[in-house]
């Protein structure tokens, strides 16, 4: 299942790309992860693999999981807060511009 959910208190979800037929998985990356999670647009610079667990706190929000390379773009249009967000890569690589 490609997206699974729980509400209560906390509300938590799963994003695996991997269980999405591959021509979805772009979009559904980029909807729900992007614009819905971190506000952001991504584009995928190659294959396209997230597996996410976000947990929704009040007042704060973590992600927690495996993703691809893709370039972000911040655009106005999502800008909906002063929210901060912090990626922190545990293995891997990852560059900001």
Not at 88 to 94: F, T, Y
Request: glycine share 8%; charged share 25%.
């Amino acid at each position: 299942m490609p997206v699974t959910a729980t509400m209560g208190p906390t509300a938590s979800f799963r994003l695996m790309t991997d269980a999405l037929p591959e021509r979805d998985r772009v979009e559904v990356m980029r909807e729900v992860y992007g614009r819905t999670v971190l506000k952001v647009d991504l584009d995928p610079l190659g294959p396209t693999h997230v597996d996410m667990q976000v947990r929704a706190l009040p007042g704060l929000g973590i992600a927690t999981g495996t993703c691809s390379e893709f370039r972000v773009h911040h655009s106005t249009s999502l800008i909906d807060s002063d929210d901060l967000v912090l990626l922190v890569a545990l293995d891997g690589a990852s560059v900001m511009k």
